[in-house]
């Protein structure tokens, strides 16, 4: 056990319990993320002391120059004298010229604690945030304007991030630190107030604390309340969701928020926690979207949320496109049934020389041949279909109108056309067939198409 069998019996007895609650039994390896700092130095000492089987990561920023080599140094040699796997990951040249910094730094450090995860199958990622990091979290984004979320972001679990020390404050970390005589690296940048989150640290907190003395402890408590009812709000609109949200019935994979939703007196809470797994979008513009035409939409965070029949559909962004190419043989595409939408069909030309009694429907027709040149590919506007059994021509567009296309999958239809350029169009299938692929009364030759849902 070593240094550790030095930490007051309480500090063992409290880490040991968080870290039962969190991790578990130690079973898989888990990544931890050390700076170097005394916080993270103190996480490692606890783990590998509870038999956890760990892959440390270090981010070398090389902001500091020798110190950020120290830093390294530091780490590699506890992780070599623990016998832990350890991996350093270095940031690009110049990293600390471009803005954005801290964002840039924290996408990198989880980043590569995520890829980690991944190479060695580990089922957490270990950090050692502490109490006085939920404190200025809780204020940052306190002062910025933000929900329940905002305020309790920095939990002790989070997906695959634990957080064991969470329930203990800077001051009782270096308490321990001192008493199991560990080693550990200051950050000098840490001393002045360029961040805001330092600036909290060295004034904010403190003139709390002149004024209230118990302030860290009862943000701490108000953090612990508020991460209740946060958790309850969860719980409750989750038991309540098929009020407000479904799956939609005509595009699979895409989610239904019904215009109920948006009306309702608690409807910022409850949006707020149907949407929080997928993108944050404004309340307010949503309202309007709801009021809008079919085939309005808001775009965010790699998902659209379509104004659409059956209320707001909620689906992943998508720049998937079809490339033009020959009709001829077999083809996967993708297919508007009537009803549902099917993100991939085969469809296949059978040619044959008799006239069957059955000529087909929309969806799978017999036709005369195809002519040269006439090809697959996503309609284009100016493409017209003149359909069969109708008099005219009517435009593509309106086509699919006609047949409630779903406005987020319209611009994917895949269409039989004459040629590549945008004009008359053979087929749309499941939808229309042109009088120019109609058999005559006597066909030298005819095609059978058939379709595979796949």
Known sequence: MGAWTKASPAFQAAVRAELSKLLGQPAKPVVVLVSGGLDSMVLAEALSAHGYSMQVVHVNYGLRGEASVADEDLVRTWSEQAGCAFRAVHAPTDFGAAPDLQARARSLRYGAAQHEAEQVGAEFIVTA???????????LFAARGTGIDGLVSLAPQNGMLRRPLLGFHKSELRTEAERMGLNWR????????????????????????????????????TMRHLRNLQKFAEVAIQRESSVYTAM???????????RDALAHPHSEVIVHQLLKPYAPFDLEALRQLTEAQVGAYL???GWQIWADREGLLLLPSSEADFAPRPAEGRVELPLWSGEVWHARVQILAIEGTQRPKNLGNATEPVTQQLPRGACWRTWLEGDVIHPLGLK?????SDALTEAKVPAPVRRHVVVLAR???PGEVLWIPGIRLSEALALDSEPGAVVRWTVNYL
Do not use: W
């Open 129 to 139: 945030h502490h109490a006085d990091d939920a404190i200025e979290t809780f204020l």
């Open 392 to 396: 005219g021509r009517k435009k593509v």
């Open 299 to 301: 775009e965010r965070d």
């Open 186 to 221: 200051e950050d000098a940048s840490n001393e002045g107030d360029k961040y805001t989150r330092n600036h909290l640290r060295h004034h904010a907190v403190p003139a709390l604390e002149q004024a209230i003395p118990q302030a860290r402890d009862g943000i701490r408590t």
């Open 419 to 421: 040629s590549e350029q």
């Open 248 to 258: 939609s019935r005509r595009l699979p994979g895409a989610r239904v928020l019904y």
